[in-house]
């Protein structure tokens, strides 16, 4: 379960909705149309537990998210989720790895502040002695023509799931 | 039979006897005979990986998670405070200032060492280029990638960064940097192979204590290094899961 957004956290004029997590539980989200340019060189790091719980972050995902380490360290990764992201990517996401494969995609990220930033995302298992212990992922500066594609594509996409 | 200790190829030559008087030391140490085996070429030394030749290596990031999943070899320590990281450079004529300006096309230059040309393809993707559709220009050494960009034969430089900022004051001031990493959690690591592994906790104690001898700092000196560090496994496992979700 993750906190609802807090008003005062927002930077600048915001929208509202409620969204419905892929654990069955949903959240306020507050987002504005503010974006948060991807850093040149750094990659965005982080693990979580089989659950999608965060266990993991390093200091660029501290840096883009806006949340302090204390506040990412137990939450659900789904604390990043953007309303304009389809869940089925998520669902995709989750039926993949679960497979034991690798996840690709680019993905619109939720600010505490309520910006964004884009990423190219990739999620791999962790595998332990034959047994997945957990997921690490991993996000680069995508390419704008890509973002590009997404933003064309994925609100065609809420339909499906 | 001596046990056969080898570097990255990767290694700056100014650190070359260096790694001589590493093994000199490290055989007396362990009292054990190590011969050092240097390859001049990445793939010489995983041929020599694959024929279980190799008994230690200072390896590349890029060869970890071979050498730990295919051939059973486990972490001893890293260097303290060095980590991989790659500059993306063009000619300071050029007119590019951001890598979303390269097209297809582009003439990329770079050499073989394979954890930096990752990074640098990763920090090439911004501009749609990738392995596919870049026109490759290999060079044997850092120098020559400056060289294939000062006369125009190549349009970006993929370089380590430690090797940039070596290259001569003259050099780099014709050089314009597009994008330095700051990846930090990518490094080269020492690492023991399966006939050597029941002495494993012994001779990573005598790495990590190097720094506390006066010859051992020497040596340390010679490879322009500080002291070594102990790798937990599953910190090798996190570079190892790093990597593969770069090498995409």
Known sequence: MIADMNPEDIVGDYKEVTLKLFDGTSRRVLYTEIETPYPDGKLIVSTTDTEGVITHVNRSFVEMSGYSEEELIGAPHSILRHPDMPPVAFKDLWDTIQRGEKWQGFVKNLRKDGGYYWVKATVIPNVRGDKVVGYTSVRRKPSHTKVAECIKLYPTLFSLF | ?248
């Open chain 2, 1 to 248: 039979m001596p046990y056969v200790f080898t570097v990255s190829p990767d290694f700056t030559p100014d650190h070359l006897s260096g790694w001589y008087i590493f093994n000199t030391w490290l055989q007396h140490q362990t009292k054990a005979a190590i011969h050092l085996e240097l390859y001049d070429h990445f793939q010489g030394q995983r041929d020599a990986i694959q024929a279980d030749k190799i008994d230690l290596i200072y390896a590349n990031p890029f060869d970890a998670a071979m050498l730990v999943r295919e051939k059973g070899f486990l972490p001893l320590v890293r260097a303290e405070g060095e980590s991989d990281e790659a500059i993306i450079a063009v000619s300071a004529d050029s007119n590019v200032t951001d890598v979303a300006e390269l097209a297809p096309g582009t003439r990329v230059a770079f050499t073989d060492d394979p954890d930096v040309k990752l990074m640098g393809m990763i920090m090439l993707e911004p501009g749609d280029l990738d392995a596919g559709n870049i026109v490759p220009v290999s060079a044997g050494n850092y120098v020559l990638v400056a060289k294939h960009l000062l006369k125009g034969e190549a349009d970006v430089g993929i370089f380590l960064a430690e090797a940039f900022d070596d290259l001569s004051s003259m050099i780099r001031k014709q050089l314009k940097i597009l994008v330095r990493s700051q990846i930090s959690v990518i490094h080269h690591s020492l690492m023991i192979g399966p006939k050597l592994q029941d002495r494993r906790a012994e001779i990573q104690q005598i790495l990590v204590d190097m720094d506390n001898d006066e010859k051992g700092i020497g040596v340390l000196t010679s490879l322009g290094f500080n002291s070594w560090h102990k790798i937990e496994d599953e910190q090798m496992e996190f570079m190892i899961d790093l990597m593969d979700t770069l090498n995409t």
